[in-house]
Nanobody
């Protein structure tokens, strides 16, 4: 089992930046890929970005390419999502997830954090 705890959400103005953190514990996070997903009210959870823990390979949704960057710090067992040029449509609860590879399907990630709210004002 892997425990995931997100932090860093908050309220920002459009065009601003925010960095989310996800710290893993329990079973070695290096056995998994880590992904970020978002869920807005009335919508299904959708893929944002993912990273292979050990190799560092990344994958992004088209909507965030060039604006968001996923990275990891092995010493801290932490994965980050650096969000820049934020738009009101980025407003959602952001979840950290762990799975066996850096795919884009939520069902492929069996372990999830509690989520952190990101609100982008106009």
């Amino acid at each position: 089992q892997v425990q995931l705890v997100e932090s860093g959400g908050g309220l920002v103005q459009a065009g601003g930046s925010l960095r989310l953190s996800c710290t893993a514990s329990g079973r070695s996070p290096r056995s998994y890929c880590l992904g970020w997903f978002l869920q807005a009210p009335g919508r299904e959870r959708e893929f944002v970005a993912a990273i292979d823990w050990s190799g560092g390979s990344t994958n992004y949704a088209d909507s965030v390419k060039g604006r968001f960057t996923i990275s990891r710090d092995n010493a801290k067992n932490t994965v980050y999502l650096q969000m820049s040029s934020l738009k009101p449509e980025d407003t959602a609860v952001y979840y950290c997830a762990a799975g066996t590879y850096s795919g884009s399907l939520a069902v492929g990630y069996p372990y999830w954090g509690q989520g952190t709210q990101v609100t982008v004002s106009s």
